[in-house]
């Protein structure tokens, strides 16, 4: 709730002006039963046409300036409710777009697209109800038994039965229902999770000839959370026919008790009796639609506090006592580094130490899992290190300014991503001044040149969303060509060159060796082909650096190298 009042702040107009005008709508609405039994009373019974015409022309007064009173209640609280969620959807974009790769993991992707479309709509509907009903509902029930007193006191202790019995009701069925709302938006999560895991996997679950497999696992997830809604349904539905039967008794009650008082000095007028029932009819269809409000609003509470939670996270790297800085003259130095994830139940790395010189050259290489990605995203400080320290440039990670940090170190991640526009817009990426030369050159140099010139467009060519118009090799090289534009000092090749041929990759290498500013360049791959040229060769093997050195050295003083070298050349892979 605090993150609601905290946007409703912004719309004290709206927020005032629509529950006013639903008031004033609903004193209208009070009002038209009176005038019906005037009308009955004093025109039909004493055969006044003059007088029913003119009370026809009040209803007619009653219902315009009442649709008037609506019109502007829903348009104020429409814009409250939509403004409200474009500003808190706005706000949770930019505060995800600061989380840390460790957060992101933490909170899961599914959970942040629930958050943002899901949990928001529901945020915004339910305060267009609050700002529309959540007032007028008690009005009309309330005012609906103070005027039956003043239509008729003798009858008006049906109304005085019947509210309470109802109120019982309807907010036990509501008490009832709460929580399980609270669990069907909570497992919606899981919904989520399950579609875009299988859709993001699409092609794999094809290849494989798993799509029936694949349907019946959604199937478990969809129908758990189906059988809760039906659930939950079924026990909400209660709600219509136990108000009817409330309601429609007082009616039948009004009805025997009036019919006994018809002629009599005192008793109950035929339009009175009619004003009576309208007003019990009244009481019937705002009870309803508050006990939906009500629902609505603590389902709209219940995903609210799902985004506080998210909210109240400090997005990005935690704070931290940098190392003194290290005038050892490396570009990137690792002390003592250990790294364990959270809810790991091992450390990812141990006891990394290295260092590289400005322009050199480091090659990593391991099993699958032995921590090569993990020691390279400790360079731009995706993740903090559990113990040690990272340099770049003689200072520690934890000591820069983010931006700045990323503006030094530039990744190319293993999965090749691409947003859609052009070409042009993707390279700009890396820096967004970029001349067309410029351009050109990355993509030169990233072995990429070729087949964008082929394009008719050539840069301004269309790029369709995660560069699905363009094959895997192609969007490697697009990728790296981005990283290359950004000119940084220290320039990161996460297995991204694994889709290229051997030709490609060898003329690639080459390349980045004569790149004008010189980057300390880090690849990690799992051909020994692609590193042998470097500088420094780092071998991990279940988190641990085994040997480091250059290429022939390692051959020579390195098991688990030589054994990778050999599983490649002897078996004809690297030939």
Partial sequence: MKLIWKYLRKYKLECVVAPLFKLLEACFDLCVPLVVASIVDGGIEAGDVGYIWRMFGLLILLSVVGLSCTLVAQFFAARAAVGIAASLRHDLFAHLQGYSHEQTDSLGVSAMITRMTSDTNQIQTGINLTLRLLLRSPVIVFGAMIMAFLVKPSLAWIFVAVIPLLSVVVFTIILAGIPLYKRIQSRLDGVTAKTRETLRGVRVVRAFGLQEREVEQFKDVNYAQTALQNFTGRITALMNPLTFILVNGGIVALVWFGSRQFGLPEGVTQGELIALVSYMSQILVELVKLANTIITVTKAVACGDRIQSVMDVHAGMPDATPAPDKEDGSSVCFENVTLTYRGAG?????????????????????????????????????????????????????????????????????????????????????????????????????????????????????????????????????????????????????????????????????????????????????????????????????????????????LNTCAVYREIYDSQFKGGQGA
């Fill in 346 to 554: 091992a450390p990812t790395l141990q006891n990394v130490t290295f260092s590289a010189a400005p322009g050199a050259t480091v090659g990593i290489i391991g099993g699958t899992g032995s921590g090569k990605s993990s020691l390279v995203g400790l360079i731009p400080r995706f993740y903090d290190a559990t113990e040690g320290h990272v340099f770049v440039n003689g200072r520690d990670v934890k000591g820069y300014d983010p931006e700045v940090l990323r503006d030094t170190v530039v990744t190319v991640p293993q999965k090749a991503v691409l947003v859609s526009g052009t070409i042009r817009s993707n390279l700009l990426w890396g820096n967004e001044n970029a001349t067309d030369e410029q351009l050109w050159q990355a993509l030169e140099a990233a072995q990429a040149k070729e087949f964008v010139q082929q394009k008719p467009e050539g840069l301004d060519a269309p790029v369709s969303q995660n560069g699905s118009n363009f094959s895997g090799g192609q969007r490697q090289r697009l990728t790296i060509a981005r990283a290359l534009v950004a000119k940084s000092p220290v320039l990161i090749l996460d297995d991204s060159a694994s889709a290229l041929d051997f030709a490609t990759d060898a003329a690639l290498r080459r390349a980045l060796r004569s790149l004008d500013h010189k980057p300390t360049t880090f690849i990690v791959s799992q051909r020994t082909s692609s590193i042998a040229h470097a500088d420094l060769i780092l071998v991990l093997d279940d988190g641990c650096v085994v040997g480091q050195g250059t290429h022939d050295t390692l």
